[in-house]
């Protein structure tokens, strides 16, 4: 699955992704410091994110990040796979352009989705008050 930039931080999308059968997602961005207040970094927060809709989705993630500046405004680079597991297996540097690879172990995401069969433990009609959009 391939969803866009500012998606990566809203978890419902990488959740319909996996439940429509995604083993990964990637995430093209460009993101990098805050606009309205550039001293804060946002790069772990946006891993974070990321590694957390591996872990609660049993899936690979991958984002590219640009690098450099425009306007004011820094990219901070750190692209990156994690695994189900939310381990980063890859990261690129924050300041050059890189190329990544990372190996996917099929076993492992079977193996995580069995350990933790969280996609199906799910409790849609809890989620009622998401599903109505308020």
Known sequence: ???????????ELARIYSLNGA??????TAIGAEPTDP?????ES???????????NGVYIGA??????ENSLRFYGSSFVCD???????QA???????ITADLDPQLFEHWRRLFPLLRQRKPATYQRILDGK
Do not use: K, L
């Open 23 to 28: 083993e990964f997602i990637f995430y093209p």
């Open 46 to 56: 946006w891993q974070t994110v990321m590694r957390g809709h591996a872990v609660a």
């Open 1 to 11: 699955a391939t969803p866009t930039c500012y998606d990566q931080w809203f978890p």
């Open 64 to 69: 590219a990040n640009r690098i450099g500046e």
């Open 84 to 90: 189900p597991m939310g381990r980063i297996i890859a």
């Open 39 to 43: 001293n804060i970094d946002t790069m």
């Open 93 to 99: 540097g924050r300041d050059t352009a890189e190329f």
